[in-house]
């Protein structure tokens, strides 16, 4: 059944020259090439055309035999980083799809993550810890400069999370959903879905509700 739905995420693949794409969260992505037309960018690779997304995904560029210079030393007072921009709205349903356009995934598939993870309900809060709609855990939003109690920066992380998850497994949906549920180390070490019935269930269910969902 997983198999069924991989080709509605027309995302882009690595390549094999060219230059990396530096993502805001570390992730190197291979490419041969890019384009930057305005607010998007896009990442050509031989083997699968181009991916097109916000140019605020990618936060650099760097040639392939590119040596980076030794970092500078922290300054005594560390600047605070500016919050994130408020949102025009809280609705949770339209953060969610904004930001699935702004990464260039499916909305309905953000949604049916969202929906999966907390019923899109900014309170909720996992036994484990987990907050907000994407139920992202509190090293989780640290790791993505986000706070996970704040609705936007929450789905907006979120989303950002699951677009590097698909670039990272090849767009492989069910590996990607099960790395965002049981996280990357349980899917590298069995090279696929880990063997947890928790995860696999979770699995099973963002598929079938995102067929539920209406456009």
């Known amino acids: 059944m997983f198999s069924r739905i991989l080709s509605i995420f027309l995302l882009a693949l690595p390549a094999f020259a060219g230059e990396y794409a ?10 041969d090439r890019h384009e930057v037309d305005g ?3 896009r990442l050509f690779t031989t083997k699968d055309g181009f991916s097109e997304m916000a140019t605020s995904a990618v936060v650099a560029f ?3 035999d590119y040596i980076p210079p030794p970092p500078a030393p922290a300054p005594a007072n560390p600047v605070a980083q500016p919050p994130a921009p408020v949102a025009k709205t809280s609705d949770p349903r339209t953060l969610v799809h904004d930001a699935a356009v702004r990464y260039g995934l499916p909305p309905k598939f953000v949604e049916s993550v969202a929906r999966v993870e907390s019923a899109m309900k900014p309170g ?3 036994p484990k810890g987990a907050m907000g709609v994407m139920q992202l855990m509190p090293a989780t939003a640290r790791a993505l400069d986000a706070d996970p109690a704040d609705t936007a920066q929450n789905i907006e992380a979120g989303t950002r999370l699951l677009r590097e998850l698909l670039i990272k497994y090849d767009n492989d949906a069910p590996k990607a959903l099960a790395a965002y549920n049981a996280g990357e180390g349980a899917v590298d070490r069995y090279q696929g ?13 963002v598929i ?5 969902i209406d456009p």
Not at 208 to 212: D, E, G, L
């Open 22 to 31: 530096i993502f805001s969260s570390g992730l190197r992505l291979h490419v």
């Open 39 to 41: 607010a998007t960018v």
């Open 62 to 64: 760097e040639q392939e």
């Open 124 to 126: 909720a809060i996992s």
């Open 193 to 205: 879905l880990p063997p947890y019935s928790e995860t696999l269930n979770y699995v099973d269910k």
């Open 208 to 212: 079938r509700n995102y067929q539920k």
